[in-house]
Structure formats: C-alpha cells, structure tokens
C-alpha cells in the first residue's frame, strides 16, 4: 500500500472516530444519537464512492510490522456472550464448535475448529480502527473466507455473505450479524481468524473465530462466528440494512 492510500485510510478512519469522541463513548450510545447516525449515512455513498474511484477493489490495507503491534488489544462490543450454548463450547474448549456456511451454495457444510485450523492459513499485522475512536495493531493467523468459499461453491446469485454470532444483544432472541459483498468476501485479506498475536484468539475478542474484515471499520468483523450464509439480498435479516448496528443507523459501507 502507497503512503497515499495510508493517508487517505488514516483520514476516514480518524474523521469517523472524531464523530463518535465528541459526544459519547461506546457503540450503544452513538447508535442512539441522531446526529451521529445522520452523520453516517450522508457519508456512507461518498465514502464507498470516494474508495472504489481511487482504490481497486482488490487492493490491500496496510500490514505492519511485529515491532508495530500494540501493547493490549482491546474488546470491541461483547467481551462474553451471555449465551448458554456459547458458554458449553468455552468450557469444553470449543471441541463441539460448529460453524455452519450454507444459503446460496452447492455444498453446505460445518466446519470443526480443527478442520478450521487444517485448511490453508494466512497471517497478517493490520490496524484495527473503532467507530468508539481508538485503534490497535494486531498480528491474526486464520484461512481465508475465500478457501470456504471455494469449496462450498456460491451460487451465481449469492450476493452478500452474512456472519451470524454467538453473542445476544437484546432479550428478545435477538444476535449479533453482519454482512459484506462478495468483492470483500474474496478479498486475500477477509481471514477467519483463530489465533491473535500468536495466541488462540482469546474470549473478548471473539474466540473461537472472527472474521477481519480489514479494509472497513472494526464493527464489520464480527466476533463468535457460528454461521455463514451466502443470500442475494439481506432485507429479510434483522431491519434489513445488512448488520446489528446499520439497523441502529451506522452505515453498512464502513470502507477506510
């Protein structure tokens, strides 16, 4: 990546987590301020615009050195779910974990963390930039979505691939989700990540899998996989606008 591309990633990011210090902290309570979200969407066209004019689709983020990785990783969002089968898989060390990747596919199928950990592995040092206004460097080793995809075959229609989680966010049955396009799904960077800092990925920070999603803020890689699912739109999901805080009024585009 060019030092222009830096900058300008470094720009977006900054400009969004500025929004977000000037009147509240945390997730939950910028997604209730209206002008925050008003913010967001008014930028979302401009942002995605703006990217896909000066960058190719296929280009990279920014990796890093070890020398560049921070101290602590901090916790986006959730740090344990308050979920009873969640807590049977941490107990037992994840051996009974599933992650289910079906919708528009030619073969579904669930992969163990095991068959996880055997495919293909990249490991990249990349910025991990908050909508809360902080930023860490960490070092992720995972497969890459697009070797799941591979072999699940998508379908011509599949569209966009949603990530359901583990964790609840309300008491009305209610979990975590998220969404990209196919152009980020395939992306060499988009990993399943299992380890961080060259540990197994620890609970607060999505154990046993997220998904990084390294071109856009930090809330579309979802934390505590537990399904992949390839539609052709995702109106049908949640409010329909693609994840958990777009129905809240964050934009669904988060490209930095």
Same mark, same amino acid.
């Given at each position: 990546?060019t030092?222009h !591309?830096d900058?300008?990633r470094r720009? @977006?990011?900054?400009a969004?987590a +500025?929004g977000?210090?000037?009147l %509240?902290?945390?997730?939950d309570q910028?997604?209730? $301020? &209206?002008? @925050?979200?008003r913010?967001?969407?008014? +930028?979302?066209k401009l942002?995605?615009g703006?990217?896909r004019?000066l960058l190719?689709?296929?280009?990279m983020?920014?990796e @890093?050195?070890e +020398?560049?990785?921070?101290?602590q ?5 959730t740090? $344990?779910?308050? $979920?009873?089968?969640y807590q049977?898989?941490?107990?037992s060390?994840? /051996? ?5 990747? !079906?919708?528009?596919? /030619?073969?579904p199928?669930a992969?163990t963390?095991d068959e996880?950990?055997?495919l ?5 040092i990349?910025?991990?930039d908050c909508v809360?206004?902080?930023?860490a460097?960490?070092?992720?080793k995972?497969?890459?979505l697009?070797?799941?995809l &591979? ?5 011509p229609? &599949?569209?966009?691939?949603v ?5 609840p966010m309300?008491?009305?049955g209610s ?5 990209i396009?196919?152009?980020d799904?395939?992306h060499v960077?988009?990993? %399943?990540?299992? !380890? %961080? $800092?060259d +540990?197994?990925?620890?609970v =607060?920070?999505g154990a046993?899998?997220r998904?990084?999603v390294?071109?856009q803020l930090g809330?579309?890689? /979802? =934390?505590?996989l537990?399904?992949? *699912?390839?539609?052709e739109r995702?109106?049908h999901?949640? =409010? ?5 805080? *777009? ?7 988060a490209?930095?």
């Amino acid at each position: 990546m060019t030092r222009h !591309d830096d900058t300008r990633r470094r720009f @977006f990011g900054r400009a969004l987590a +500025a929004g977000s210090g000037l009147l %509240l902290t945390g997730c939950d309570q910028l997604s209730q $301020n &209206a002008w @925050f979200t008003r913010v967001l969407g008014s +930028a979302e066209k401009l942002t995605q615009g703006t990217q896909r004019l000066l960058l190719s689709r296929k280009s990279m983020a920014q990796e @890093f050195s070890e +020398a560049d990785i921070s101290p602590q990783f901090r916790s986006n969002g959730t740090s $344990n779910p308050n $979920n009873p089968l969640y807590q049977t898989w941490v107990a037992s060390g994840f /051996a009974d974990y599933r992650l289910q990747v !079906d919708g528009l596919v /030619a073969r579904p199928r669930a992969y163990t963390l095991d068959e996880l950990k055997a495919l293909p592995s990249r490991t990249q040092i990349t910025r991990h930039d908050c909508v809360e206004g902080w930023s860490a460097i960490g070092k992720w080793k995972g497969v890459s979505l697009s070797h799941l995809l &591979a072999q699940v075959e998508p379908h011509p229609q &599949a569209n966009y691939v949603v990530f359901h989680c583990a964790d609840p966010m309300n008491g009305q049955g209610s979990h975590y989700y998220e969404s990209i396009d196919m152009d980020d799904a395939w992306h060499v960077q988009t990993v %399943l990540a299992y !380890d %961080l $800092n060259d +540990a197994p990925l620890p609970v =607060k920070n999505g154990a046993p899998i997220r998904v990084r999603v390294e071109r856009q803020l930090g809330y579309k890689s /979802a =934390k505590y996989l537990t399904r992949i *699912e390839l539609v052709e739109r995702f109106d049908h999901i949640g =409010k329909g606008r693609g994840g958990y805080w *777009e129905d809240r009024g964050y934009e669904w585009y988060a490209g930095i």
